[in-house]
């Protein structure tokens, strides 16, 4: 999977989530650029992540996700992992 | 496990969902939402339509225009649920409740319910679900701890949580569901565990047998997540380490869609929407291939093909249901002869005739067919569960009949029966001796339909029955029936006021109010518990007045004249206490048109309605000076004991 389509996957997990269409993701997004991305929100996040690209995060990796670009990365790094 | 299977799946649920939300009239929104929710979905999805549906209802959207109860859940627990609410809200627009879910602040029950919590008592609660997890308060006893100290501390256990529940009755007379405990830790043993009392294993298994057996005690019901655990395995999303290290959830984001249902699927229950009856196809869904091609010889049934074997255990699951108070019935494209000589001559079938209470084989459409069963049956098409192989007609009933409940089935017949237990249509709040004895019941009213047929006219009819009906005080004994026929008799129901076993306990021994069970007997058998009558003194009532609360009767007695001849029994009661009038009220819910002129027709006349009553609600008067009693043929035995003010 390219980077672009890692973006675009995620960025439609993020709209679901949100249930927001409009919603433009960056590496540099941040819990504090989207409504309503809360600690609660951020695990719906993860789990979203997880059976849209098919794989697990390990309890460690989700303590070190600041931003989309991390997540994004995180995401390339354990797919091509495989 | 694939979950929601048995719901179908969308062609493209995400885009729906989207056009959805471009509705501007919330009502019709709400109306989408509710269908979307009936389609397979998995945790975003459920969000989403759950947004939906909350947008609508903030707009201003009724929830009875869309055909949905409103019922207030709150959840207790000890580990988070937050994320869970969306999925039991939206599972509850499945099945036709508008929940509304209040999520008391994780790890606080106990101060929730002993303490004061004002945010709860505010929300007041019909039902109360107390979701607990094993890690939660732990007996912490040394692994060496003797068999007498394990049961000591599981009795301290259940005692608290006896008292936890009897508080959330007395405070909100709300029904108390108890979550078992889900083992969340490996074994220490390995298959020994078993054999050492205080291992944590065996600690829970046994908290889960002793919670079930006081949760029978006290009239609590069941979420039996450990049963959940042990049929689908916990890799589903129970109990996952990473969740649970990261989040405190028992339950993971994705099972919450089937954790939701499972909740809603009880409050469904408690609020008397569970579906009643189970309708059958015959060729390739009772038995392989088709009996009007290959003959009773040529068809694949019982012993000697797994196949064979696979139709003979579907068909015994559904007898099984049959003898829990399912109602069963056949709707099959077949020669009616053909298909009843199936039953009568296969010697496999597990299934028999007598335990069909309404047979229909033909070539009429299959929608047809269901209104004619649910109409002869005198149940709601919403009553029914409809099992056909074909998908082709799966589909067509979902169009033609969305009250109707039509699982998807697997490829397999070997999966028939666990799809239907898995869908939970027939989910309970209670079973008793009438339900063992419902299919008996139904069968004998066929006895009945032949009879009339005979019959000359109605009254020779009716004089012929040999009716004997006995009117008594609601007693312990027939307290759960009573309680039972408040919670799920949706037609022939004057208020639909719903109660809890408590509180028509509470009305029984009030010396002030009359709480009266019906029975009716005839010459063809018993048909047990049929009515059930509350009458109470009302504040905005004179004294010397009272208010029926509650009229409501099976539909399995109507034009019997059961009400006439309870009528009866009303009237001389009340003259014997020195009650001036009675006082009739129709609250209309959608479902119970058919006794909108109930009062009407037993001589009542129209009312003024008494301060603080529903506004769409009809009241009726009845003089007891000037009243009669009307004709009927039913011999009435009362037995009404004024309760006396202990």
């Given amino acids: ?82 | 496990m694939e979950q929601l299977a048995w719901l179908p799946a969308h062609p493209d649920l995400a885009v729906a969902i989207t056009a959805a939300r471009r509705e501007a009239d919330p009502s019709a929104a709400l109306v989408k939402a509710v269908r979307l929710a009936g389609y397979r979905r998995d945790f975003t999805a459920t969000g989403r339509i759950d947004k939906l549906a909350a947008r609508a209802l903030s707009e201003g959207a009724e929830p009875a225009a869309a055909g949905l109860m409103p019922y207030r859940l709150a959840i207790l627990a000890s580990h988070t649920v937050d994320h869970l609410a969306p999925g039991i809200r939206v599972a509850g627009l499945a099945r036709r409740l508008a929940l509304s879910v209040h999520v008391a602040p994780y790890g606080q029950y106990r101060q929730a319910l002993l303490g004061h919590d004002p945010e709860l008592e505010a929300f007041q609660p019909q039902m109360v679900l107390l979701a607990l997890d094993a890690r939660d308060a732990p007996l912490n006893l040394p692994l060496e701890a003797s068999e007498e100290a394990v049961a000591e501390a599981v009795r301290g256990r259940v005692e608290e949580l006896r008292t936890l529940w009897r508080r959330a009755r007395q405070r909100f007379a709300a029904q108390v569901v108890q979550q078992t405990l889900v083992a969340a830790d490996p074994p220490v043993f390995g298959s020994f565990e078993g054999l050492v009392a205080a291992s944590p294993t065996a600690i829970v298994e046994r908290l889960n047998v002793a919670i079930r057996a006081a949760a029978r005690e006290e009239g609590v019901l069941l979420l039996d997540l450990a049963w959940v655990a042990a049929r689908h395995g916990q890799g589903i999303g129970l109990a996952d380490p990473v969740r649970w290290h990261q989040a405190k959830q028992l339950v993971s984001h994705v099972l919450a869609p089937f954790y939701g249902d499972l909740v809603a699927r009880i409050a469904g229950a408690a609020a008397g929407l569970s579906r009643k009856c189970l309708v059958l196809d015959l060729d390739n869904t009772l038995w392989g291939g088709v009996i009007g091609d290959d003959g009773i010889e040529g068809i694949k049934l019982g012993q000697g093909s797994a196949t064979g074997e696979a139709f003979l255990s579907f068909q015994r699951y559904a007898a099984l249901l049959g003898k829990r108070g399912v109602i069963l019935a056949v709707c099959s494209k077949n020669d009616l002869a053909v298909a009843e000589a199936a039953f009568t001559n296969h010697p496999e079938m597990a299934l028999r005739r007598a335990d069909i209470a309404c047979f229909v084989a033909n070539w009429t459409d299959k929608a047809s067919n269901l209104r004619h069963i649910a109409k002869t049956l005198n149940i709601g098409l919403d009553s029914l569960v409809f099992v056909d192989d074909n998908p082709a007609e799966r589909d067509i009933i979902r169009r033609e009949l969305p009250e109707v409940g039509v699982p998807e089935l697997p490829e397999d017949v070997a999966g028939y029966a666990e799809r239907v237990a898995d869908a939970g249509y027939f989910e309970t709040v209670s079973f008793t001796a009438d339900d063992a004895a419902r299919g008996r019941a139904y069968a004998l009213n066929e006895e009945r339909r032949a009879a009339l047929e005979q019959a000359s006219d109605m009254d020779g009819y009716l004089r012929g029955l040999g009716m004997v009906m006995t009117a008594r005080s609601i007693g312990a004994g027939d307290l759960p029936r009573a309680t039972q026929l408040i919670n799920k008799t949706n037609q022939f129901n004057l208020t639909t006021r719903r109660y809890t076993e408590a509180a028509v306990e509470e009305l029984a021994t009030n010396p002030e109010a009359l709480a009266l069970s019906v029975r009716l007997s005839d010459k063809f058998g018993d048909n047990g518990l049929i009515s059930v009558i509350l009458a109470r003194p009302d504040p905005a009532l004179p004294r010397g007045e009272l208010l029926i609360d509650t009229w409501l009767m099976s539909c399995r007695v109507l034009g019997r004249q059961v009400e006439q001849a309870t009528l009866g029994v009303l009237i001389e009661e009340a003259r014997r206490r020195g009650i001036e009038a009675l006082v009739g009220e129709y609250r209309p819910s959608g479902r119970n048109s058919m006794v909108a002129e109930h009062y009407a027709r037993l001589g009542f006349t129209p009312c003024a309605s008494p301060e603080g009553a529903q506004p769409d609600a009809l009241f009726w008067r009845l003089e007891i000076g000037t009243a009669t009693v009307p004709a009927h043929f039913i011999q009435v035995e009362t037995s009404i004991e004024q309760a006396v003010m202990s």
């Fill in chain 1, 1 to 82: 999977m390219t980077e672009a389509e890692v973006y675009s996957n995620l960025t439609s997990v993020f709209r679901e989530v949100f249930d927001d269409d409009t919603l433009q993701l960056t590496p540099e997004t941040t819990a504090d650029d989207v409504d309503g991305w809360d600690s609660a929100a951020h695990v719906s996040l993860v789990v979203a992540a997880e059976m849209r690209f098919g794989l697990r995060f390990r309890t460690a990796e989700l303590e070190s996700l600041h931003n989309v670009g991390e997540f994004a990365q995180l995401i390339q790094s354990k797919l091509e992992a495989r």
